[in-house]
């Protein structure tokens, strides 16, 4: 048997992965090891030149990989488009995020509002800032540590008002998700994939990145909460 293609992804894409890299080993024979962590750190390890065959990440992190040489031009897959929710600890109040406007009020009324230190933070810390609410609920932010899950912080109680990407909340345990972001600020997320320069199994890794962009990977793929891209 060959031996595994190695890849690190971010905690977004965690489960669709293990559903679809065991999907393509039944199909292909091909082992498939992904270790997922936060983003940040995986994009650093990569940057560091850690042996890994594949790497998937938020498409504009792909980009950044790819000009520094770590990442092979040219090989970028869209894989999935992600929306971000939002989520309350099991059985508790569900407050009316049906509008930005009622979102608003709803973080404003939150006793501790949690978020990543992914793609959807960053935005929504700058939706906080569009709205003029960012410094008055400053002392009530949590964020999560890099890899911890937003909705661990929500079943215990350290969070009362949670967002992350639909695929990280949806199947945690003692949380409830109450709804995704309205659509006119909803926060979508492209994630990537590409090969690493220092593969020494591109024609394998790319083999793979064909399946993970196929029509056979859409259903996995939506019942994890996202879209393929």
Sequence with gaps: MSDPISGISSMAT???????????????????SIESVGGVAAARRVEDGEA?????LASDVIDRLSAAGRVVPGSR????????????????????????AALRAAILGARTVGYSTG?????????FERWGI?????SR???????VPVGALIARGEVELGFQQLSELMHLPDIDVIGALPGDIQITTIFAAGICSV?????????LLSFLASPQAEAAKRRNGMEPA
Aim: neutral net charge.
């Design 14 to 32: 965690r489960s669709v992965l293990d559903e679809l890299v065991q999907e393509y080993g039944r199909l292909s024979g091909q082992r498939v």
């Design 52 to 56: 890994f065959d594949v790497v998937v």
């Design 77 to 100: 897959v869209d894989l999935v488009r992600s929306g971000v929710a939002v989520a309350v600890a099991n059985g508790a109040p569900r407050p009316d995020i049906g509008t930005e």
């Design 119 to 127: 793609p959807s933070g960053s935005h929504l810390v700058r939706l």
């Design 134 to 138: 960012a410094e008055c609920i400053a």
């Design 141 to 147: 932010i949590v964020q999560a540590p890099p890899g």
């Design 199 to 207: 593969s020494a199994k591109r024609e394998a890794t790319k083999a």
